[in-house]
């Protein structure tokens, strides 16, 4: 195998934003934010909206979905570049 093609695979830490939750596992992302573990060592963070602790499909629950205001969003970031739907 040659050396220095592959990326660096390392432990990181996911935080779930909606919910809180975090979980470590190992990953090739890169970020900048760091994290300290249960363990007292640092650890790459990332960042993550939606994960098996706040997905519906894995909580069995239903949650409202706010579809005008993804719209708005987008049209907002868009605004700029004349993109219309």
Do not use: C
Request: charged share 30%.
């Amino acid at each position: 195998m040659k050396k220095d093609i592959h990326p660096e695979y390392r432990p990181v830490v996911f935080l779930d934003t909606s919910s809180g939750a975090k979980f470590m596992t190992r990953s090739t992302i890169h970020t900048s934010e760091t994290i300290e573990w249960e363990n007292k060592k640092t650890y790459p963070l990332f960042k993550v909206e939606v994960s098996y602790v706040s997905h519906p499909f894995y909580t069995g629950k239903k949650i409202f979905v706010d579809t005008a205001g993804r719209i708005e969003r987008f049209n907002q970031k868009y605004k700029k570049k004349n993109v219309t739907i």
